[in-house]
């Protein structure tokens, strides 16, 4: 493939993504059985990319009806030498949803992509073209890096709202230009029906969109695979997917709250009770509802390593698959853990073996803020911190083993990203100020929710010394996006002096919070 080279990293092309937009817009309701009678596949969905190195990345789509996808490429929007990518045909079997590998592709530049649906019968047939860009992960450091993260998204019965604008803080996101969005979990809530009207405490009422298959929670694969169609009725969404690229992880509520393997549910309001059940049907939507790149092995995990470049290596933790059962998780000897012992041992390798000035652990839950799991009438912990700040039991065992190992081996530029808790917030860890003391200090930051109800701040838990230096959450619980506290984090690093910035959002873009970390050093 023959690619010209581009202007700086740093433009965004808005002329070519407003072009793609138009090719994206949904088809208005009159305008329907026309396209139905034409026999052409449709993208009504958008297109999408995920787990972009410096030579590769995952393109996305989904249509109306079996269809072959087919993926262009260019340097330039124009599409002038393209090259052509043949995709899978996309059937019932993965709700029509597919997804190509390109590779082989210039590092730092900007791809542009369109995706063709083409009748399986008559390849001449095909739908309108539906086009996105990304960039491909720099193979220098002069570049740096710019990336979101944030999660949990149409939550606590607040779905999608045409009269607030939608999904907005994509716009915001998007506006920064980042070079790719990492979301920590909870992408949808399979758990959380929405019903058409809220009435909010203010008197005002909000509205949602809603679907057929978020009356309920879902159950049945085909209720999983609504949820994940769900979020893409959004504008917003759909275009940040267009020019975005993102690495994905879950959490607990693409299946139900607070899941752990082997778990009976007595939710009365399921038929089906048997989690792993559930988890299984959730985990193959999840499968064909992202590009991600370990999901398409034939072990299909979520955890792995993103690579991007001299600068930034990524590590996506699944603490939801291996844990053990919530408990009180006090218990003084754990070896599963929340990780599982080949996912830590996998974890340990990568940290090690990893070039990258800064190692960002992608935690879909946080380490040291007390979350309660009192689903069932007993005293329960859904992540790590119990309350108790002495030495580490239960799953702190775990965590205190990966700290250790990070001092010992002398893995500088560790620092640990979440959402989870729907508000945001800095911690710093010290050992100084631990009950645990065998650990080199690192920074947590918390961001979220997107489009979910906002909660007041949780414990802290001192067995790692944490230290809240910021926090922005609500007095009471389940505050409506209406009533803001919808935050995401930036994370920028510096091509040049290797700095990471790291600055804490609201939903509009302004700054909260920032904090500048500098490389290879240790306790700041």
């Known amino acids: 493939m023959s690619l010209s080279p581009l202007p700086g990293r740093r433009s965004v092309l808005r002329g070519s993504l407003a072009a793609s937009a138009a090719l994206t817009l949904p088809v208005a309701a009159g305008a329907a059985p026309a396209l139905a009678l034409s026999g052409r596949p449709r993208a009504g969905w958008g297109v999408q990319t995920g787990d972009v190195t410096t030579n590769s990345g995952l393109v996305w789509v989904r249509s109306d009806r079996p269809a072959r996808m087919i993926v262009e490429t260019s340097a330039t929007p124009s599409f002038r030498h393209a090259h052509r990518w043949r995709g899978p045909l996309l059937g019932a079997d993965s709700d029509f949803t597919g997804t190509t590998r390109l590779h082989g592709l210039p590092a730092g530049e900007q791809i542009h992509y369109r995706v063709l649906l083409a009748d399986p019968d008559d390849p001449r047939r095909t739908g309108e073209p539906v086009a996105g860009t990304f960039r491909t992960a720099s193979a220098g450091r002069r570049d740096g890096v710019r990336f979101v993260w944030s999660g949990d998204l149409a939550g606590q019965g607040w779905g999608i709202n045409p009269e607030l604008g939608g999904y907005r803080i994509y716009e915001a996101m998007a506006a920064l230009d980042p070079d790719f969005f990492l979301c920590s979990g909870d992408n949808v809530y399979a758990d959380g029906p929405l019903t058409e009207t809220v009435q909010l405490p203010d008197g005002r009422t ?55 393997p082997g778990e009976i549910l007595g939710d009365a309001r399921y038929t089906e009770k048997n989690v792993d059940v559930l988890a299984a049907r959730a985990r193959r939507a999840f499968s064909e509802y992202f590009p991600i790149s370990t999901l398409r092995r034939p072990e299909g995990r979520v955890y792995r390593v993103q690579r991007h470049g001299p600068l930034l290596d990524v590590f996506v933790l699944d603490m939801r698959t291996y844990r053990n059962a919530n408990s009180p998780d006090d218990q003084g000897a754990d070896a599963q853990g929340i990780l599982g012992r080949e996912q830590l041992e996998w974890l340990k390798r990568e940290l090690a073996r990893s070039r990258a000035v800064w190692k960002v652990i992608a935690s879909d839950m946080p380490l040291g803020l007390v979350v309660p799991d009192t689903g069932d009438g007993k005293p329960n912990i859904e992540a790590v911190a119990q309350g108790d700040p002495g030495a580490p039991l239960g799953r702190e065992l775990q965590i205190a083993e990966l700290l250790r190992f990070v001092k010992h081996r002398r893995i500088t530029g560790t620092v640990w990203l979440t959402a989870d808790v729907h508000y945001t917030s800095a911690q710093h860890y010290d050992p100084s100020r ?85 490389p290879g050093k240790v306790g700041q």
Do not use: C
């Open 206 to 260: 909000w509205r949602n969109i809603t679907t057929e298959e978020k009356a309920k929670v879902a159950e049945t694969l085909a209720e999983f695979r609504g949820n994940f169609r769900y979020n893409l009725l959004d504008e917003n969404l759909k275009r940040f997917n267009a020019q975005v690229p993102s690495i994905i992880q879950w959490d607990d509520h693409e299946v139900t709250n607070n899941w752990y």
């Open 434 to 518: 631990a009950a645990f003391k065998d650990f080199a200090p690192f920074w947590e930051f918390v961001s979220g929710p997107l489009n979910a109800g906002a909660f007041p701040a949780n414990a802290l838990d001192g067995t790692f010394g944490p230290d809240r230096v910021f926090v922005k959450a609500p007095a009471t619980a389940n505050v409506s996006p209406a009533g803001g506290y919808q935050f995401f984090g930036e994370v920028d690093i510096d091509g040049g002096s290797g700095e990471l910035t790291v600055r804490l959002r609201e939903q509009d873009g302004t700054v909260l919070f920032t904090k500048v970390l500098e």
